[in-house]
């Protein structure tokens, strides 16, 4: 069945043309970017799904994994997310033996998280997938200076100061001379 125009909502104009890919914004990136992110996160999804897992037991995974010690403060401030959206995805991890919680040593109410063998051994498996991806599409591309990508993607992600902070800890930073 057709929407008619006199079904709008009473003042709204129907746009019917398309928004151009190139004009006064270049929409090239902007869709590149959502079909990357969806086969990059594709390829970890279907490994997740066997977990009756998602994304956000993913993100949890991949950071306790790099940094194990971290606190619950410290992911929370680093993926920008609430007390709520954590604690089932936690709880989940630390049901299912992926990851531990120990009390703090200093502060006997904080919370270290820690990956167990198990939760080492399943972000291994989805970086090692997210990895082949990666890879092949670097090959694809005969890249000449894979630095560039690296570069570009540090621009794109240092705004806060959470994500300036990892980077500096994690020894992530600029690959190029500008």
Same mark, same amino acid.
């Given at each position: 069945?057709? =929407?008619?125009?006199?079904?709008?909502?009473? !003042?709204?104009?129907?746009?019917?043309? *398309?928004?151009? $890919?190139? !004009?006064?914004?270049?929409? %090239?990136?902007? #869709? =590149?970017?959502?079909?990357?992110?969806? #086969?990059?996160?594709?390829?970890?999804?279907?490994?997740?799904?066997?977990?009756?897992?998602?994304?956000?037991?993913?993100?949890?995974?991949?950071?306790?994994?790099?940094? *194990?010690?971290?606190?619950?403060?410290?992911?929370?401030?680093?993926?920008?997310? $609430?007390?709520?959206?954590?604690?089932?995805?936690?709880?989940? +991890?630390?049901? #299912?033996?992926?990851?531990?919680?120990?009390?703090?040593?200093?502060?006997?109410?904080?919370?270290? +998280?820690?990956?167990?063998?198990?939760?080492? $051994?399943? $972000?291994?498996? +989805?970086?090692? /997938?997210?990895? %082949?991806?990666?890879?092949?599409?670097?090959?694809?591309?005969? =890249? *000449?200076? *894979?630095?560039?990508?690296?570069?570009?993607?540090? #621009?794109?992600?240092?705004? %806060? %100061? /959470?994500?300036?902070?990892?980077? /500096?800890?994690? !020894?992530? !930073?600029?690959?190029?001379?500008?």
């Amino acid at each position: 069945m057709r =929407l008619s125009d006199s079904a709008a909502t009473p !003042g709204s104009d129907i746009v019917r043309e *398309p928004l151009p $890919t190139r !004009g006064e914004l270049d929409f %090239r990136l902007i #869709e =590149l970017f959502f079909f990357a992110y969806r #086969e990059f996160t594709a390829d970890a999804d279907s490994i997740l799904e066997r977990y009756g897992f998602g994304r956000a037991h993913h993100r949890i995974l991949h950071f306790v994994n790099r940094a *194990p010690g971290m606190t619950i403060a410290d992911i929370l401030e680093l993926l920008q997310i $609430t007390k709520q959206s954590l604690s089932r995805v936690l709880r989940q +991890l630390v049901d #299912e033996g992926f990851i531990v919680q120990v009390q703090g040593e200093d502060d006997r109410r904080q919370r270290r +998280l820690y990956p167990t063998e198990k939760g080492r $051994t399943l $972000t291994l498996e +989805l970086s090692r /997938a997210q990895g %082949r991806r990666i890879d092949a599409a670097f090959k694809a591309a005969a =890249l *000449p200076d *894979p630095g560039l990508v690296n570069d570009f993607l540090l #621009e794109m992600g240092i705004d %806060r %100061r /959470a994500t300036r902070d990892w980077f /500096a800890k994690q !020894g992530i !930073g600029k690959e190029t001379d500008a």
